[in-house]
């Protein structure tokens, strides 16, 4: 029987690391669960429909281990999934948990970060082609003009440790100079994948001076500590032991080496099989 009550954080691979990083910087006392899909990422190239049956099999999955919240920190699962899952699944399968997203808490303060009003945003092929954070930024400021540049190969630079290598310089140039490029009155990028971080060094050697690169992680995390504190109800149900614990659908010696990177720490991982359908025990914590 499932007595924990952790906080779920979920990616499809290693990039929601860097939300959690800063998740628990922020909020240290709570639990925690994270899982990344690596055997079926990435999903930024996946249609809507998959992202979507994927993504709820895994809140299913945390809501198996005791989770009542569970935050997607990654883009294209909170464009293409949360939604839906919220409105139609929730009801349903559990109805007294919550599921969030990374998109909503960074569009609604995406207008102080600039001045000219003029914005780019540098995202998987799924996350643009979604549209939501057009949709989501026309809700907030419907005076701020937003471009946004899909950059594809990005993901599987940071994936396979290349994002400080002089191979990753060409595709981080040409994403960088091509939505520049749309406007040169655009003051502020939004790292709309929280993979994108690990690039940060590389996209400000070829931007101009004085553009601000904002990245998801100290925002989510913000928006988190503000939710838990208007949602008393839910807050008290989630376990506040300190405890951190990692779950990969692939190699956990490939997900270790990997998420240390993400992480700022060292990671140890246990290997989850989602179509297995059975619940981890408590002792795990």
């Known amino acids: 029987m499932v007595t924990t009550q952790p906080i779920g954080i979920f990616d499809s691979g290693y990039g929601g690391l860097t939300v959690m990083k800063e998740i628990v910087k922020k909020l240290p006392r709570y639990d925690y669960i994270y899982l990344g899909d690596n055997a079926r990422a990435p999903y930024g190239n996946r249609s809507f429909d998959t992202v979507y049956r994927y993504t709820l099999q895994c809140v299913e999955w945390f809501f198996q281990q005791g989770c009542p919240l569970v935050i997607l920190a990654c883009n294209t699962a909170s464009a293409k999934a949360l939604r839906t899952i919220q409105q139609n699944d ?48 026309e809700k907030f400021f419907p005076d701020i003009k937003v471009y946004q540049e899909a950059c594809p190969m990005w993901v599987p630079i940071v994936e396979n440790n290349e994002h400080d290598q002089p191979g990753a310089d060409y595709f981080v140039k040409k994403h960088v100079q091509h939505i520049m490029s749309a406007d040169k009155d655009i003051d502020t990028l939004l790292l709309a994948c929280t993979h994108y971080p690990l690039l940060r060094d ?84």
């Not at 208007?230 to 405890?243: F, I, V, W």
Request: hydrophobic share 35%.
């Open 90 to 137: 929730l009801p349903h399968i559990a109805p007294d948990n919550r599921v969030l997203g990374v998109i909503r808490p960074t569009t609604e303060i995406i207008g102080s970060f600039t001045s000219s009003r003029k914005i780019g945003i540098l995202a998987t092929n799924g996350t643009v082609q979604s549209g939501s954070y057009l949709i989501e930024i």
């Open 202 to 285: 590389k996209i400000l050697q070829f931007l101009p001076a004085g553009v601000n690169v904002v990245s998801q992680g100290e925002i989510v995390a913000n928006s988190l500590e503000d939710y838990l504190q208007r949602h008393t109800d839910l807050e008290t149900r989630c376990s506040k032991n300190g405890h951190r614990v990692f779950y990969t659908t692939d190699s956990t010696e490939d997900f270790d080496n990997h998420a240390s990177i993400f992480f700022g720490e060292p990671v140890r991982s246990n290997h989850v099989d989602l179509d297995s359908n059975i619940p981890v025990a408590d002792d795990n914590y």
